[in-house]
């Protein structure tokens, strides 16, 4: 049957330190009833939800998709519209017909023959100058060859996608800190369990040393021993209560939330990691599934693609575009409505050294982008290493740790049956009291570092990433 363990998190972050603070002073006066308990699957879907870190991440990986956009009108076809309304302080206008007649009467007068030119086509009055007119006109331009509108396109996206892994990188990084916060919160609520058990302990060895006294087998500095050891373990036990007290707050501001809360981890600290992982299978996972990776490659695709844009800004660009008009008046055609359409183009035959610092600004780009992946690789794989390790350690130390309390629990035993018997002092049973207490104390430590340390390695190699649970 699979044992669970009721943990919170251990230490609350920086900017509300304060807060807990006050929260803990609070809590060392009255024991506060229990936060709600949460499962570990609904506190990972709280903390995708409601966390602040993470939310900003979002936010950032959301303001890249926007850029990705801008980047893609680049090379879309263009399309607007506009009106206007105009007004003159005089408006003119030229007769055509009293033009012709004009010119046909100096013909005629040189001419044997009587010339009449042809006024079918002539509009009667020219508006040259309108005193007041409204137009309007609609345009659609098309690129029609952007090369390096299209590399930028392609630079924007990678650029995207490196944001969207490095919020999976926070995702795993939170789920982390949550599950070893966890475990080493477990440690503080099996500390607060351990002071009950040991108050309760020293209460009873008060009552048998009072007895005793009282029999005149035992003298009264006996007594006051063990009611200063009494007095002891009910400041333990209160300072317990508001480590705990902490850990509950403290877990609640990790979820995005301003009260305490508690989750329940429905399996042991060594379920994270397959037990016949080898370093090197290990390693190969990290490689393969940590984001940091996967967004630091995107990166390096999208500094490449950056160079290829600065190249390609080196050759023209060729477009197209068309435009239709309308006015009240008409124009010098005679009509109130046309068109126009035209191909254009571009070649920047030298802009100052632009488009040469654009391409060695892109090629520092790429190389510290290959950089920093290789860099991040060799970083992976030395925490693979190092968290197989402090796994390792952690494992040995809840060994001792156990097999010294069982120990502590004879020694314990044993000295409370010769004081019993008068074979032993009260500060022998004192003495056997706190090292019990002491062990159960340094087990709750050891099994939290041993679930830290495997939250660790499932981190690192991305294994909390693959469900809610991270198995």
């Known amino acids: 049957m699979t044992r669970q363990h009721t943990f919170a998190l251990a230490r609350p972050g920086r900017p509300l330190l304060a807060v807990v603070l006050l929260v803990a002073l609070g809590s060392t006066r009255a024991e506060d009833g229990l936060p709600p308990t949460l499962t570990l699957d609904q506190a990972l879907k709280k903390l995708d939800a409601q966390n602040l870190s993470l939310a900003q991440a979002k936010g950032r990986a959301e303001e890249t998709r926007g850029i ?10 263009a399309i607007s519209a506009g009106g206007q309304y105009l007004r003159n302080s005089a408006s003119a206008k030229l007769s055509m017909g009293a033009l012709l007649d004009s010119i046909e009467g100096g013909i005629n007068t040189i001419s044997p023959r009587p010339v009449q030119l042809d006024r079918s086509q ?27 509108a299209y590399h930028d396109f392609l630079a924007a996206l990678e650029s995207a996608k490196a944001v969207e892994a490095s919020v999976a990188s926070a995702r795993l990084q939170l789920r982390g800190a949550l599950l070893q916060a966890a475990w080493w919160s477990g440690a503080a609520e099996e500390t607060a369990d351990a002071s009950e058990r040991a108050l309760s302990i020293s209460q009873e ?25 009494v007095v002891r373990r009910e400041s333990d036990l209160v300072r317990a209560r508001a480590e705990r007290q902490r850990a509950w707050l403290a877990l609640g501001v990790l979820l995005g939330e301003p009260k305490p809360a508690r989750i329940v981890l429905p399996f042991e600290p060594t379920t994270l990691v397959t037990a016949t992982a ?28 950056q160079v290829d844009s600065a190249w390609w800004r080196l050759l023209p660009q060729l477009s197209a575009s068309a435009s239709a008009f309308a006015s009240n008046i008409a124009y010098v055609t005679g009509e109130k409505t046309g068109w126009r359409a035209s191909v254009d183009l571009t070649w920047a035959l030298y802009d100052g050294g632009f488009r040469y610092g654009k391409r060695a600004q892109a090629e520092g780009q790429l190389a510290a982008a290959r950089a920093g992946l290789w860099a991040q690789k060799l970083e992976v794989s030395q925490q693979v290493l190092d968290a197989t390790r402090d796994l390792e350690v952690a ?24 004081f019993s018997a008068g074979l032993a002092s009260s500060l022998d049973v004192l003495d056997a009291n706190d090292r019990l207490y002491q062990a159960e104390v340094g087990q709750a430590e050891a099994r939290a570092r041993l679930g830290m340390a495997s939250a660790a390695l499932a981190r690192v190699t991305g294994a909390l990433l693959e469900g809610a649970s991270g198995r």
Do not use: C, Y
């Not at 060895?205 to 050891?229: C, F, I, K, N, Y």
């Open 68 to 77: 990705v956009r801008q980047a893609m009108a680049a090379f879309l076809p």
């Open 122 to 148: 002539v509009p009667g009055e020219t508006v040259i100058q309108p005193l007041e007119a409204f137009s309007g006109q609609a345009s659609v331009r098309v690129p029609l060859f952007a090369a390096n």
């Open 395 to 418: 494992k040995e130390r809840l060994r001792l740790a156990a097999r010294q309390k069982e120990l502590a629990v004879e020694v314990a035993a044993s000295a409370k049956r010769s």
């Open 205 to 229: 060895h008060e009552r048998s040393a009072a007895r005793a006294v009282q029999a005149g087998t035992s003298a009264p500095l006996a007594h006051l021993q063990a009611q200063t050891d």
């Open 278 to 305: 080898t370093t090197e299978g290990l390693t190969h996972d990290a490689l393969e599934r940590r984001p940091e990776l996967r967004s630091l490659e995107a990166s390096v695709r999208a500094a490449q693609w």
